[in-house]
């Protein structure tokens, strides 16, 4: 075993926890229905109820069956939730009786059930996934063809189409799956005898599904699902408790990729050899610091041998490792691969002896896997037909490197020159010391091979110059020349580390330059909240990183793309073919440039895959194909797209649910308005048109003091309806802006005293308590909102008060600001309503004898707020409520200067 993944093992702690608290749930899983499942689970729940467990069964179908009826007896049944749709009965699973009953282990029967509109969740699956987050367990029952993943091919060679399906996501976290199965000639049989389906569907059901063939495609698929599943388990197992031996209860392959000729015919072998096997397998490529030399035209050629396996079926990965043969035993272990395909060693005789080979490390450490080797054909070194377009850059390289040879040449002399004039000071071994740092530094800044070159210049050098006799090749003294031996073999062990430290070097600076990229994009792409923002942001880092021109494409309202009505940026790809753009979209695979689709298109089209589909193409015109397909370059750009669309998702939902809850919102608004209104606009109106009736038809019996009170009736509720209609009228034009503060200087009390004198009639029979702290200060206000506001503050506490209670009004005065409160001793409001009764048309109790449509409070907490103020409303002690509202000081009060009487 190996040391455990700190960061998987914690991923898995919480895994782990969260399974805790969360119901089990377990799939009974089969091919077609009639093969037992809900017999088996409720079988299975019996044995449990047996052994104690608290079971109920909240929604069985039997369908008639017999035998899964008779299952049912001795369990507790939750009462069905009856509801009626387009005119017929149907009995729903309870959601809600099943969470209060909160059993240990209920049944819940046909997972992918599509629900009726309007119950809580669209899907059955969501049913059950809120029983197991509370902690319920839940046995359900599944059919293959109900997979999402699996639909549409089952309904290709079954000719039925499965509209209602489960997220595979939803079987691949069931906590146990078991699959019960029936040979097809079992199922026939069943079907024949009427326990599947009565006399005249089983007909039907002969003539499409329950076709022999059909059954046996579906056997099969349910078969493999549910071992991919067990698959999926034991991965996790293994990578839960680090064990690193390798397990053969699977067949899987692994072909290693290296930049030779053999390359495409080992992806094919390896593709023969699971096929052969019905087996699993991957494509793997490790660059290594000596493969970071190649040239560009090798690299293109495991380009395309990668690709090659993708199309295949193969999962391709690429991994950066200074040795080799550890990078893919480590893979191997960690993916449970038991076979790999491999080409035979190239070096032959004494190279072998002496390098040594990956595959003799592999065959040496790997006593747990089996391997197939590949031999050589006659066939010349890997070359590509069409003049490719890297040629000129290998021959930029060579001639660049040219350069390094004269300067593996140039710096022994420069040292020999250096070194010259002290030769009578130094030793042999100090002399060879500075030739020695001379290689350091060709390797480092060169390489490996002119450092091997350096190393002969120096020995020369040295032989000639330095060692007796000078000026001639010949070395007399088996010292030195023991030395000069050592030197070169020092240099060239070390000019190999040291080439290594610098291609690791230029890796870790490639990968923080990736990162650097990525999580500019990924800061870019969490600030954006516009399509428009999102896809500027992708062209302009895709753009950075990749060059050439891009741009996204995305579909209309007839599902055509189109391009952005206006170019992100001046950098974005105008000239996109749109015709290979929507063959993309339609197929969701790559296309155009460099691809083996389209390829005479002048840009290279990605689709956008989401998780609902492709949702949109990106167009990009490389300026060197290198720098997006190369596998590392390729992981990047594809880690960009999923960035960007998963950002698109988010941005689509998230205006989805904007819109959603706005609708929302105008609805309840709409709701509350109608119902406010038709109250306190119909008993006005009833009042009136039966004053009004009365002194039509009864005017002449009719007393004057009776028809002084008819007609104060019909003035008094016309005033209401007045009112009503001037505060819906004030809040539209104070929510749309209309409505602009005159600002002017006013002390509170005249405010006050003028919201008194319009209520005088009103408030003639109640006590007015006014409470003014010494000396208040001035107020910079529009007098008339504020008067209305306290209009409303003293209407409200009128209504709602007994007539024979004061009510209290207090101004307070503090550099900050001035407060006014407006109190009674009324109900109060309820716990939790503070803030709430500011709300439009909210009223505490909706229909009551008191008149208004719950405008008031609203207009008040929109006048204060236009003047930067507060507003709040709080218990009061002893009883009723209080009304706050602080307006702040934004200005110094004017002065007042007193005139000096003469005499």
């Not at 959601?95 to 599509?114: Q, S």
């Not at 005789?349 to 391997?371: E, P």
């Not at 008819?710 to 003035?715: D, G, N, T, Y």
Request: proline share 5%.
């Amino acid at each position: 075993m190996r040391e455990l993944d700190p960061e998987f093992f914690s991923a898995h702690a919480n895994r782990t926890e969260i399974r805790k608290r969360r119901g089990r749930l377990k799939i009974f899983f089969g091919a077609v229905a009639g093969v037992g499942k809900t017999f088996t689970m409720l079988e299975v729940a019996r044995a449990h109820q047996a052994e104690g467990c608290e079971v109920v069964a909240g929604l069985v179908e039997t369908r008639g069956r017999a035998d899964t009826a008779a299952q049912l007896q001795g369990l507790e049944l939750l009462p069905p939730q009856i509801r009626y749709h387009q005119g017929t009965r149907r009995a729903e699973f309870d959601l809600d009786a099943a969470l209060a009953r909160h059993p240990d282990l209920i049944l819940v029967d046909d997972l992918a059930h599509t629900n009726l509109p309007g119950s809580r969740h669209p899907k059955r699956w969501q049913d059950i996934r809120e029983l197991l987050d509370g902690g319920i367990d839940v046995y359900t029952t599944l059919n293959v063809q109900h997979l999402e993943s699996l639909h549409e091919d089952v309904g290709r060679f079954a000719g039925i189409r499965v509209w209602e399906t489960v997220p595979d996501t939803v079987f691949e976290e069931a906590d146990e799956v078991e699959l019960v199965d029936l040979p097809p000639d079992d199922i026939l049989a069943r079907l024949h005898e009427g326990k599947i389906y009565p006399p005249e569907k089983a007909e039907r059901a002969l003539l499409n599904l329950f076709r022999k063939g059909n059954l046996i495609a579906l056997r099969e698929l349910a078969l493999r699902r549910t071992a991919e599943w067990v698959s999926t388990q034991l991965r996790e197992y293994r990578q839960a408790y680090a064990i690193r031996e390798v397990w053969n209860v699977d067949e899987r392959i692994l072909v290693c990729v290296a930049p030779d000729a053999r390359a495409k015919r080992l992806v094919r072998a390896a593709k023969r050899l699971a096929a052969s096997l019905h087996a699993d397998w991957l494509a793997l490529y490790v660059e290594t610091p000596a493969l970071q030399r190649l040239s560009a035209r090798r690299r293109d050629g495991v380009l395309k041998a990668l690709r090659l396996a993708e199309r295949l079926g193969a999962e391709t990965v690429t991994l950066s490792a200074p040795d080799m043969a550890e990078a893919i035993l480590t893979f191997a272990h960690e993916h449970n691969v038991n076979k790999l395909v491999l080409g035979k060693p190239g070096r032959k005789g004494w190279r072998r002896w002496f390098l040594g080979s990956v595959v003799d490390s592999l065959i040496s450490q790997a006593h747990d896997l089996n391997f197939y080797l590949l031999g050589d054909e006659e066939t010349p070194r890997l070359q590509s037909s069409a003049p490719s377009p890297s040629k000129s850059f290998d021959r930029q390289l060579v001639e660049h490197k040219y350069g390094h040879w004269l300067w593996s040449l140039a710096i022994p002399l420069l040292l020999t020159a250096i070194e010259w004039p002290f030769r009578d000071l130094l030793t042999p071994a100090n002399i060879l010391m500075f030739y020695l740092l001379g290689v350091f530094f060709v390797a480092i800044r060169f390489g490996f091979w002119p450092s091997i070159l350096a190393s002969l210049a120096n020995a020369a050098a040295f032989a000639y110059f330095f060692a007796p006799p000078i000026f001639s090749f010949a070395i007399a003294e088996p010292e030195n020349l023991a030395g000069l031996a050592v030197t070169l073999v020092i240099g060239a062990v070390t000019g190999n580390l040291a080439e290594n430290v610098r291609h690791q070097a230029r890796v870790a600076e490639s990968r923080e330059r990736r990162a650097s990229a990525l999580h500019r994009l990924s800061k870019g792409l969490a600030e954006a909240r516009s399509e428009r923002e999102i896809t500027e942001i992708g062209v302009y880092h895709i753009h950075a990183q990749f060059g050439g021109r891009n741009t996204f494409l995305f579909p209309d309202r007839n599902g055509r793309l189109h391009y952005p009505n206006e170019p992100p940026l001046a950098i974005s790809l105008r000239g996109a073919d749109l015709d290979v753009a929507r063959w993309v979209f339609e197929h969701g695979q790559l296309a155009g440039r460099g691809t083996d689709t389209l390829p005479d298109a002048p840009a290279v089209y990605l689709p956008l895959n989401g998780s609902t589909g492709t949702i949109g193409v990106l167009a990009l015109e490389p300026v060197e194909l290198r720098r997006i397909f190369l596998p590392e370059p390729y992981q990047l750009l594809n880690t960009f797209v999923n960035q960007i669309v998963h950002t698109l998702e988010r941005a689509n939902m998230a205006e989805h649910a904007k819109e959603a809850t706005l609708k929302m919102q105008a609805e309840a608004l709409r709701n509350s308005l109608l119902s406010s209104i038709s109250h306190d606009l119909r008993t006005p109106l009833a009042t009136i048109v039966g004053a009004a009736s009365t002194l039509e038809t009864d005017a002449a019996r009719l007393e004057e003091s009776s028809k002084r009170k008819l007609v104060s009736a019909i003035s008094e509720e016309a005033r209401r309806m007045s009112d009503l209609t001037s505060k819906i009228l004030e809040m539209a034009r104070l929510e749309a802006g209309e409505v602009r503060l005159n600002r002017q200087w006013y002390a509170p009390e005249e405010i006050v005293g003028s919201a008194l004198r319009r209520l005088d009639k009103k408030l003639k029979a109640r006590r007015i308590n006014v409470r003014m702290a010494d000396g208040p200060a001035l107020i910079h206000v529009d007098a008339v909102l504020l008067q209305q506001v306290l209009v409303n503050l003293l209407d409200n506490a009128d209504k709602y008060s007994p007539p024979e209670l004061p009510i209290d009004i207090t101004i307070e005065s503090a550099p900050s600001g001035v407060s006014i409160a407006v109190a009674d001793r009324g109900p109060g409001i309820p716990e939790g309503l503070e803030q709430k009764i500011f709300d439009k048309f909210f009223r505490v109790h909706a229909e009551s004898a008191q008149s208004g449509v719950g405008l008031g409070l609203s207009i008040c907490r929109a006048v204060v707020e236009a003047h930067g103020g507060t507003i709040r409303a709080s218990q009061r002690s002893g009883g009723g409520t209080v009304v706050q509202l602080h307006l702040p000081m934004l200005e110094r009060p004017p002065t007042i200067d007193l005139e000096e009487k003469t005499l």
